[in-house]
Nanobody, 124 residues
């Protein structure tokens, strides 16, 4: 059974940093494309980053501030967020798609599984 559990969210002032983690279990981590998304009430989920066993990519909207990484030995996905802004306030989710390579764009990912989310709140 695929399980994804996010952690690391919280409240931070603008300009601060947070590191989100997503602990994955129940599947062969190396055979999945992993991704981060965020969502605010009333809006669609926004794809932020993707990573597989050979490459990583972050969305232009957060490039230079967010970094995606993973510890494949421990099946854990990370999102390092720096210089946070109030507009980054959202629920952040990790997701997994059952294919070993993510493809060219974050938009092409079709997640099969989602975590429960972790809230990030950035105050000005």
């Amino acid at each position: 059974q695929v399980q994804l559990a996010e952690s690391g969210g919280g409240s931070v002032q603008a300009g601060g940093s947070l590191r989100l983690a997503c602990a994955a279990s129940g599947f062969d981590y190396g055979q999945y494309c992993m991704a981060w998304y965020r969502q605010t009430p009333g809006n669609q989920r926004e794809g932020l980053a993707m990573i597989d066993k050979s490459s990583a990519k972050v969305a232009d909207s957060v490039k230079g501030r967010f970094t995606v990484s993973q510890d494949m030995n421990n099946s854990t996905l990370y999102l390092q967020m720096t210089n946070l802004k109030p507009d980054d306030t959202a629920m952040y989710y990790c997701a997994a798609e059952r294919r070993p390579y993510c493809g060219a764009t974050i938009a092409s990912i079709m997640p099969w599984n989602w975590g429960q989310g972790t809230q990030v709140t950035v105050s000005s």
